[in-house]
Nanobody, 122 residues
Framework: VQLQASGGGLVQTGGSLRLSCVHS????????MGWYRQAPGKQRDLVAG???????YYTDSVKGRFTISRDNARNAVYLEMNSLKPEDTAVYYC?????????????????WGQGTLVTVSS
């Protein structure tokens, strides 16, 4: 299974970026896809996620600014990031896992894409 992430870059405070992640080789029909981020010296944390049935999760710090969406036909997940702040600076990783009905979770097996760097300048 491979996940290919793209869309990172350098943007000024208040700007926008759109991250994309496409997976291939997975047979998980009900799955969860999402985005984590890891800033220098910090742990990797979940930012947003969405199951194939539409359950979503956002961490509090991005609610109202970030929007996650999926295109199941394309095996893709997107993260629209608006009103970016310097504290959003991090390497963003996409993740794929098995879903559970009626809830949001990443169950094994899970897979990670390579990171894409988002830098927000002040």
């Amino acid at each position: 299974v491979q996940l290919q992430a793209s869309g990172g870059g350098l943007v000024q405070t208040g700007g926008s970026l759109r991250l994309s992640c496409v997976h291939s080789g997975s047979t998980l029909s009900e799955n969860t896809m999402g985005w984590y981020r890891q800033a220098p010296g910090k742990q990797r944390d979940l930012v947003a996620g969405m199951t194939s049935s539409g359950n979503t999760y956002y961490t509090d710090s991005v609610k109202g600014r970030f929007t996650i969406s999926r295109d199941n036909a394309r095996n893709a997940v997107y993260l629209e990031m608006n009103s970016l702040k310097p504290e959003d600076t991090a390497v963003y990783y996409c993740r794929l896992g098995r879903a559970v009905r009626g809830a949001f979770a990443f169950l094994p097996p899970t897979y990670w894409g390579q990171g894409t760097l988002v830098t927000v300048s002040s």
